[in-house]
């Protein structure tokens, strides 16, 4: 039986044209980033285990790829244990690294370790990719990349108004309109958890609450009655499963759930300032709206949550999300340094603007001009005109070997590049539109003139 090639579950080839519109994207969100002052950094693709760890939750440990120790990764294994099927227990015997989950536990790992080199308050941009061990279906992947921005060593809520308005910048950047920018507050949260005396099933409340508009009103009570928390605690959630209204409709009655709780006032004290900011700034086309129910299931975050939802019109999931972690560095040794930080899912913009038919032409076309090959001497002067044009910048093609001139159109045509150059004479240069058949001879500067 013949060996099937193929790539593994989740992850995918791609090919020059989807490469050339990925990096379309990481082009106008690097300029943004840039833009807004965050300057770029790299860590590697896999981390010591316990760096990652205990950082996302149980839901997200599960989802971690651990990578078996190099050598003989039974060594330090007990026979007898091989026998006890303690998966968890063998795993740290097993394996000390793992690929990154995401880029913000490697960031904080990043600023603890060079907290000495780093002036703050420190702005940070990353584009990478991340590993998560998730069930593959559209939008979602094993292999993709995140591009975060995140803000170290300040606790300013400025910095939330910066984030929204560096979401809206960056997807009227990308001609995507329709965007929604959906914000919440772990301590609105977590005052709700209080007010329904299920505060030790936070963690249980939140992850939950994050599915309904996965699984449903019932779906998530369920979900919450599995999880031990109580139908009288259901019952009084239950106003948040049809939480509607302007921001601050939602604001009042969210006021007076939570008149009781310090800790979920302080939280809509925060929400009030980041709107408030925003709605005076403005938006060029996204809008951003407040959702109670959007917890993001991740245990770092303290204050503010994001999450970016596609045009309705789309049918896709988040295309981006964050939050603040002010305790975040706190786990690795290094205190009282506040951080917020935002992500854009790669992946699920380009099929949301692949969907919507969003790429512009000229990115298809790298390739601007192919000079045909009629031979050695003909090649010699070919190739001296192709060096000058790349030295201003214009991406010029020389078809290699000289065959049939009909064959090396069908590669132009393929290729779906423009124009052809058909024959130099004397400094006069033959091109070809291969779109409208338009034939013209141009001197150099001319030409040059024409593909710029």
Known sequence: MAFKLSTPKGTRDFSPLEVSKRNYIFSIIRTQFENFGFQPIETPSFENSDTLMGKYGEEGDRLIFKILNSGDFLDKVNPDELESINYKQLTSKISEKAL?????????????QHQNEIEFPFKRYQIQPVWRADRPQKGRFREFYQCDADVVGSTSLWQEVELVQLYDSVFTSLGLTGITIKVNNRKILSGIAEVIGATDKLIDFTVALDKLDKIGEDGVKNEMTQKGISPEA??????????????????????????TSETGKKGIEELKFICENVSK???????????????????????????????????????GGGGRYDDLTGIFGLKNVSGVGISFGLDRIYLV???????????????????????????????????????????????????????????AEKRLIEFVIKEISDGIFTIKNLKTGQQLNLNFDDLVSMLH
């Open 100 to 112: 990154r989950y995401d880029l913000t536990v490697p960031f904080a790992r990043y600023v603890v």
């Open 281 to 319: 700034l403005g938006l060029q086309n996204a809008v951003l709206d407040l959702d109670v129910t959007l917890a993001r299931g991740l245990n770092y975050y303290t204050g503010a949550i994001f999450e970016v939802s596609a045009p309705k019109s789309v049918s896709m999931g988040s295309i």
């Open 234 to 259: 259901i019952q009084k959630v239950q106003p948040l499963f049809n939480f509607t209204g302007s921001i601050n409709q939602k604001l009042e009655n969210l006021e007076s759930l939570l008149s």
């Open 353 to 411: 603007l692949e969907e919507l038919n969003l790429f512009p032409q000229t990115i298809i076309n790298s390739v601007k001009v192919l000079f045909l090959n009629y031979g050695e001497d003909e090649a010699l002067i070919a190739l001296s005109a192709i060096k000058k044009l790349r030295n201003l910048n214009i991406n010029v093609e020389f078809y290699p070997d000289d065959l049939k001139i009909e064959k090396q159109y069908k590669y």
